[in-house]
């Protein structure tokens, strides 16, 4: 796990976005919901997850391959360190009763930054 994420412990959503003044830099926040709600899936193994990813053209600075799904992670951060060394981008959100909107917004915004050819 990269060490950046190690000391992120309580947390909903994590972003892992590219960081604007530096090349090859990332950008990583995270963030507890304001009215959690009720968990939804998930497992013994992890809670479930909406999971937003994209690798971005550099020569562009346009999103691509932007991809939503869900998923039960044992280990978000594990996971984040894994698409970060591929270079890939997005977020982790805890899938709740009122996850929806912030993962709606999120994907709404990052659709609009796609390359579209």
Same mark, same amino acid.
């Given at each position: 796990?990269?060490?950046?994420?190690?000391?992120?412990?309580?947390?909903?959503?994590?972003?892992?976005?590219?960081?604007?003044?530096?090349?090859?830099?990332? $950008?990583? @926040?995270? =963030?507890? &919901?304001? $009215?959690?709600?009720?968990?939804? !899936?998930?497992?013994?193994? !992890?809670? $479930?997850?909406?999971?937003?990813?994209?690798?971005?053209?550099?020569?562009?600075?346009?999103?691509?391959?932007?991809?939503?799904?869900? !998923?039960?992670?044992?280990?978000?951060? @594990? &996971?984040?360190?894994?698409?970060?060394? =591929?270079?890939? &981008? !997005?977020?982790?959100?805890?899938?709740?009763?009122?996850?929806?909107?912030?993962?709606?917004?999120?994907?709404?915004?990052?659709?609009?930054?796609? &390359? $579209?050819?």
């Amino acid at each position: 796990m990269l060490d950046s994420l190690k000391e992120i412990v309580d947390y909903d959503t994590i972003f892992f976005t590219p960081h604007s003044e530096e090349d090859n830099m990332v $950008n990583i @926040e995270f =963030s507890k &919901y304001k $009215n959690t709600g009720e968990k939804l !899936g998930g497992s013994e193994l !992890g809670d $479930n997850f909406d999971i937003i990813v994209f690798r971005l053209d550099d020569e562009e600075d346009l999103v691509i391959d932007l991809d939503r799904f869900e !998923g039960i992670l044992i280990e978000p951060r @594990e &996971y984040i360190s894994r698409m970060i060394k =591929s270079d890939w &981008y !997005g977020m982790v959100s805890r899938k709740t009763t009122t996850s929806d909107k912030i993962v709606d917004g999120v994907f709404d915004s990052w659709t609009k930054l796609q &390359y $579209n050819s």
